[in-house]
């Protein structure tokens, strides 16, 4: 690893180039006063959307039983997945382990799905972690996929916000 670091981020000198090698690792653009008009990732852009495939046969099951089961479970409940993994997630990467991921799993979820549901969710969204040592699962890939579209576990009171309803000067309202 280190060895590979030193080929990557390493100078003629036998010095590293540390501030490329920490820019690489916090996303973080520099010399955009020069061209103030790049095109930068988003602070809170999450790079770590995956969905895995599934066996033709997993997948079908997941498309037409499990998701709408999870998205049903979620639009009756009020329930937006997300807000459960947010305090395992001290990076705000979008993934948690997939130990804190079955702990964070909604126990209303946890209630309705077997365990062959668990271990497919787990297929599905998991990704190598940073260290090549285990998994992690995106947990925001899930949340994307069971509330992404509805706007009722997004909004307060699950109505859309119409542009047409705001008032020059003031804060638009989420909805009426």
């Known amino acids: 690893e280190e060895q590979a670091l030193f080929e990557k981020y390493g100078k003629a000198d036998g010095t590293m180039n540390y501030r490329v090698f920490s820019d690489n690792c916090t996303k973080i653009e520099r010399n955009l006063e020069k061209t103030p008009m790049k095109s930068v990732p988003s602070e809170d852009m999450i790079?770590?959307?995956?969905?895995?495939?599934?066996?033709?046969s997993d997948e079908k099951y997941f498309l037409v039983h499990l998701l709408p089961k999870l998205q049903h479970i979620s639009r009756?409940?009020?329930?937006?997945?997300?807000?459960?993994?947010?305090?395992?997630?001290?990076?705000?990467n979008g993934c948690v382990t997939k130990g804190q991921f079955l702990r964070g799993l909604p126990d209303k979820f946890q209630v309705a799905c077997s365990q062959r549901d668990i271990n497919l969710l787990v297929d599905r969204y998991c990704l190598p972690d940073a260290y090549g040592t285990g998994i992690n699962i995106s947990y925001h890939s899930l949340h994307l996929d069971i509330s992404g579209e509805d706007p009722a576990l997004t909004l307060p009171d699950g109505k859309h916000f119409d542009e047409s309803d705001a008032v020059e000067g003031r804060a638009p309202l989420a909805g009426k």
């Open 76 to 92: 009756e409940q009020g329930l937006v997945v997300k807000n459960h993994f947010i305090d395992f997630d001290f990076n705000r």
């Open 47 to 56: 790079l770590n959307e995956r969905r895995n495939p599934l066996s033709p």
